[in-house]
């Protein structure tokens, strides 16, 4: 339910609109002056305040810029009410920051409307300020080996400024999580973060999500049309006015794209597909490859020019491999985050598994810790402490595995056979029944050997 805060000196204003919008589904409250006001917000939360900007005890306009002051998360609109309605007033009202202006005698349709836009409002930003906090939060790089406390150093440094960023490192190393690191904490905090993965969108389209395109230009061929889009997008450019554009794996953006983005980073004016008038936008550009760009630039597939503008200031992300004191504090962050998914959030990892993890070189990087820890977590379902034994066989390719690890024949025998299930199990997508099929056993065969060797078995 949401609740309303109605402030006005007249009762019956204030009885009629509580009625009124209780049979709404409304919360209501009411106060006859900005003192009475003041006890009901310390007292609760409301989602809109109707305030009069006449009260007997204090103006209304001033009620209002204290209100304006309070933390976002228990902030509500206001929407303020006067029987003296003047363009000055209202233009006072929206610039202390309120949400709307109605004037007395109120209409009733107008003033519900009003409040549900209200309320909605309310709703969006209270979801935009946890979102912010959760994004500001999931920006931190963890680990503290030299390489990782350098780049924050680095985005200490160079988020503050508007200076292009070019982020270089391998696939999975968290190219996107430093480019969220370094708007989180530049000028631009407050504004929207846009992302745009240049190897996953088609040629054909690519353009248009940059760009965007108007009414007429998928009927007039400047961009394939499809069922159900819509006759005009706004680009990620657009969008990112204010704000952050972030476009991932640039390298393989098209030399015909290439020279189009030249020409809006230059002056921060482009036109949509389609378009006849040219928008200017304020975007901070924070652009990523795996590739390496001179390569590219000498084979003829990537501009000289282009990679200049955006190669203001360079970061490089190292892969797992080069920090691997690193690898245990990421596997028990990512082990917190996927236990709190599964509803499991006491789960610990043992030393002799940190060790493996370590051991290993990790060609997909943080990416790949990330996917095995959640595959841990699924096929052990029963397990409270995370142990060797329940790691898959990957993270032992890289070589580090002997003889010398197993006292007995048998130990060797049950390793290596419970490997071997794991990965059919894997190959089988966690289906038993499958997996039983591929090993050549009964399903109940198959479940007994998964319970000598220690592997979680789904009912």
């Known amino acids: 339910m949401n609740h309303i805060l109605v402030v006005d000196d007249e009762a019956e204003i204030r009885s009629s609109l509580e009625e009124i919008l209780r049979e709404e589904g409304y919360g209501v409250a009411t106060a006859g002056n900005a003192a ?4 009901r917000l310390d007292d609760a939360a409301y989602d809109v305040i109707l305030l009069d900007i006449w009260l ?26 006067s029987g003296h309605g003047t363009i000055e007033a209202a233009v006072k009202a929206t610039k202390l920051g309120a949400y709307d202006f109605l004037e007395k005698p109120l ?6 409307i009003v409040l549900k836009n209200a309320v ?21 790089l963890t680990g503290d080996s030299v390489p990782v406390k350098a780049l924050r150093q680095q985005i200490r440094l160079m988020a503050p400024t508007n200076g292009r960023v070019l982020i270089y490192g391998e696939s999975g190393t968290g190219k996107e999580l430093i480019a969220r690191a370094i708007h989180a904490e530049s000028l631009r905090r407050d504004g929207i973060f846009v992302e745009l993965n240049c190897a996953a969108i088609p040629e054909a389209y690519i353009e248009a999500e940059l760009f965007g395109y108007r009414h007429g230009a998928i009927g007039q061929g400047l961009i394939p049309g499809s069922q159900g889009a819509p006759s005009e997008n706004r680009g990620t ?3 990112a006015d204010g704000g952050t554009l972030f476009l991932d794996e640039v390298g393989d953006m098209s030399l015909k ?7 809006a980073l230059d002056d921060q004016l482009f036109t949509p597909v389609g378009g006849t008038q040219p928008l200017r936008v304020d975007v901070r550009l924070i652009a ?3 590739k390496d760009l001179e390569e590219e630039i000498a084979k003829g597939n990537f501009r000289e020019d282009l990679f200049y503008r955006l ?41 002799e598994a940190l060790q493996a993890l370590a051991q290993y070189h990790w060609p997909g990087n943080v990416r790949e810790l990330k996917n095995v820890v959640e595959r841990v977590l699924i096929l052990n379902p029963r397990a409270l402490r995370i142990e060797r034994k329940h790691l898959p066989p990957l993270t032992y390719k890289a070589g580090t595995r002997s003889t010398e690890e197993f006292s007995t024949l048998q130990q060797a025998r049950d390793a290596y056979e419970r490997e071997y299930i794991l990965k059919k199990i894997e190959e089988a997508h966690n289906n038993i029944s499958q997996a039983a099929e591929l090993l050549g056993l009964e399903r109940s065969h198959l479940y007994r050997k998964m319970k000598a060797l220690g592997i979680g078995v789904r009912e």
């Not at 009475?36 to 006890?39: C, L, P, R, V």
């Not at 007997?56 to 009410?81: C, F, K, T, W, Y």
């Open 36 to 39: 009475e006001a003041q006890e």
């Open 56 to 81: 007997p005890d204090r103006d209304g306009l001033e009620v209002l810029a204290d209100i304006h002051q309070s933390p976002a998360e228990r902030r509500p609109e206001v929407v303020i009410v």
């Open 107 to 112: 209409s009733l349709d107008r003033t519900l």
């Open 120 to 140: 909605e409002a309310r709703r969006l930003r209270a979801e935009n300020t946890e979102f912010k906090r959760q994004f500001c939060a999931s920006s931190a």
């Open 237 to 239: 450019l657009e969008r």
């Open 257 to 263: 794209t290439q020279t189009k983005v030249l020409s």
């Open 288 to 290: 990523a490859t795996n």
């Open 311 to 351: 190669n203001v200031v360079p970061f490089f992300v190292p892969p797992l491999r080069e920090r691997k004191q690193d690898i245990p504090p990421l596997a028990r962050e990512f082990l917190a985050e996927f236990g709190r998914q599964y509803g499991r959030p006491r789960i610990e990892i043992g030393e």
